[in-house]
């Protein structure tokens, strides 16, 4: 009896001892080689070797301590891949913690009103952070990919700032891009202005493309957008050079002269009526609005003053003068 009760007592302070050990060890900081210490974790690794990893770097002083520690909380099969950073004063409880909960360092990379496509794909191929699937796809690829019904990439990606995990694919990246733009001009059509000279999303999509490269200023966008709206019930010519400039590609040379505005290709909207085939670059929130609530007016006409505003004409004769004031004419 005696020697039963010595074993359950030498047993309980062997077990006191370990989980004072245990609960010293999780709690006592880490060992960082660096300030502030990252590290990533890869799609797939097992507790193991994610365990084996930081104790090869020397932050933690053992693996198995850390493992016991994961199973004991029901936390082994709960890690979340991605990077991570940590800084002084943090335990192995503290990492394994947001190593569970997916507190990852997230990269960004931020899309601009008035891109192409091609210089959003530009900054995709650039970035360090990105895995690039699309390098080598054609823009009808990448819409197969992601899902979209459309046959032309311009100005499907809303401009936007996106975060994301180190080694993300660019195809999820154009994808929450695609789906954010449907939303906002999903939303923005469901509560546009009665007749307007559109039939559908896509359209309104085209014109908010040219408003967003045609003002300079917020407090003219709506402005821009009305004589658009106008001249399109009106059946006259748009007559916009950032489409003209879009349809030359490569060959604009950063002059626009009088003869492409007089040679015929399918984005003169001096030479074709009604609205391009595709929109011509990423218009923002503000332009899809804009678009879709135009400001009611007569004016037929605008003009830039130089400064980023713009002059507004209800007339021809009105709109010349205008131009004669603010602006010099296309060189030859």
């Known amino acids: 009896m005696r020697t039963l009760k010595r074993l359950i007592f030498l047993v309980l302070v062997g077990v006191c001892l370990f989980v004072g050990w245990l609960a010293y060890q999780v709690n006592t900081p880490v060992r960082l080689p660096a300030v502030p210490y990252e590290f990533s974790i890869k799609p797939g690794s097992s507790l193991k070797s994610v365990a084996k990893q930081l104790t090869d770097a020397g932050v933690l002083s053992d693996a198995w301590s850390f493992v016991l520690l994961s199973r004991v909380m029901g936390l082994a099969s709960s890690l979340k891949a991605g990077d991570y950073e940590i800084a002084t004063d943090t335990s192995p409880l503290q990492l394994l913690e947001r190593i569970t909960r997916g507190d990852i360092n997230q990269s960004e990379i931020r899309f601009i009103e008035g891109w192409t496509f091609s210089q959003l794909r530009q900054a995709l191929d650039e970035h360090p952070a990105v895995r690039h699937d699309t390098r080598n796809l054609s823009g009808k690829e990448i819409l197969q990919l992601i899902g979209a019904s459309e046959t032309a990439a311009e100005g499907l990606f809303f401009p936007d700032t996106y975060f994301f995990a180190r080694g993300s694919s660019d195809i999820a990246i ?133 400064n980023g505003e713009s002059h507004f004409s209800n007339n021809l004769a009105d709109h010349n003068r205008a131009v004669s004031k603010y602006q010099k004419r296309l060189t030859q």
């Not at 085939?277 to 004016?299: E, F, H, R, V, Y």
């Open 174 to 306: 154009l994808k929450r891009a695609y789906r954010a733009m449907q939303n906002h001009l999903s939303n923005a059509w469901a509560e546009r202005a009665v007749n307007l000279p559109l039939t559908d999303p896509y359209q309104a999509l085209i014109l908010a493309s040219i408003v967003e490269k045609e003002t300079g200023r917020e407090s003219d966008r709506s402005m821009v957008a009305g004589v658009f709206v106008n001249r399109l019930r009106s059946s006259m010519l748009l007559q916009t050079d950032p489409t003209v400039i879009y349809g030359l590609g490569e060959r604009f040379d950063g002059n626009l002269r009088k003869k492409d505005l007089l040679t015929d290709q399918e984005y003169n909207t001096y030479t074709r009526r009604g609205l391009p085939p595709t929109p011509i670059a990423m218009p923002g929130l503000a332009s899809i609005q804009a678009a879709l609530n135009p400001a009611k007016t007569d004016a037929l006409y605008f003009v830039s003053k130089g």
